[in-house]
């Protein structure tokens, strides 16, 4: 079995021992070193070789930026994974733009931590939930905008159709329409079909459709 090889960068040793410890219950995974600064990670980066960094944002010294610009510098085929609490729109997109392959938050579930590894393993870039949602697009009274699809769903729902009738008529799953309707509940702030059906009348989604209400 070919295992990832990994190195976790973080200043905070229970945070560090704890995904330490999670990782080394996979069997294709190996901890290849556990450091606290990203003078450390870029002084052993060379020598220990690993896959996948996973790197804390806000470390003493050099920070996560800095540290990513140099490891991939030191060692371009690394893949970084920022692991941090901060949800913010400029640190996950300015993480990004210095390299990063991937962000996550730290209160993610624990085995989002393997499913990320995994994922930029592949040449993918992994966002968490949290950081798609703070990425997303704003209305402009700052809620989180609807993708197209969504849009298109909703007109669909609006209708009075059910999930199954929606599921049909775009050739998706009953389970793809229920999630996309729990996101566009979300998104609204809206908790019932009546109240999607409102929203929909009165930002013009039913113009042109017939529908009367």
């Given at each position: 079995m ?8 973080d200043d905070?040793p229970?945070v560090a021992?704890g ?11 190996q901890?290849v070193a556990?450091?606290?600064s990203?003078?450390?990670?870029i002084d052993?980066?060379?020598?220990v070789?690993p896959?996948?960094?996973?790197l804390?944002l ?5 920070g996560?930026?800095?540290t990513?610009e140099i490891?991939?510098?030191r060692r371009?085929e690394t893949?970084?994974l920022?692991?941090s609490?901060h ?14 392959q991937?962000?996550l938050?730290k209160d993610?579930?624990?085995?989002e931590?393997k499913?990320?590894i995994?994922?930029v ?8 939930t949290?950081?798609?949602a703070?990425l997303?697009?704003k209305t402009?009274?700052?809620r989180?905008?609807?993708t197209?699809?969504?849009?298109t769903i ?5 209708q009075g ?6 599921a049909?008529?775009?050739d998706?799953?009953?389970r ?6 729990k996101n ?8 019932s079909t009546?109240g999607l059906?409102?929203y929909a009348?009165?930002?013009g989604?039913l113009q042109?459709?017939?529908?009367n209400?």
């Open positions: 070919t295992q990832t090889r990994v190195m976790i960068v905070h229970m021992e995904i330490e410890a999670l990782l080394e219950t996979w069997d294709d995974l901890v556990t450091v606290s990203g003078q450390e990670a052993c980066v060379c020598e070789a896959d996948v960094v996973l804390d806000n470390m003493p010294g050099i996560g930026l800095s990513t490891l991939l510098e371009p893949r970084i920022i692991l609490m949800d913010s729109p400029e640190y996950i997109s300015t993480a990004l733009s210095h390299g990063a991937g962000y938050l993610v579930p624990t085995e931590i499913t990320a995994d994922a393993m592949t040449g993918a870039t992994y966002l968490c949290g950081a798609k703070s997303a697009p402009k009274d700052g989180e905008a609807l197209g699809r969504e849009q909703l007109l669909e729902l609006a159709k059910s999930n199954k009738d929606v049909h008529a775009l998706i799953s009953v793809t329409v229920e999630t996309h309707r566009i509940k979300r998104k609204l702030g809206i908790s009546a059906t409102r009348l009165d930002h989604v042109g459709t017939g529908v209400i």
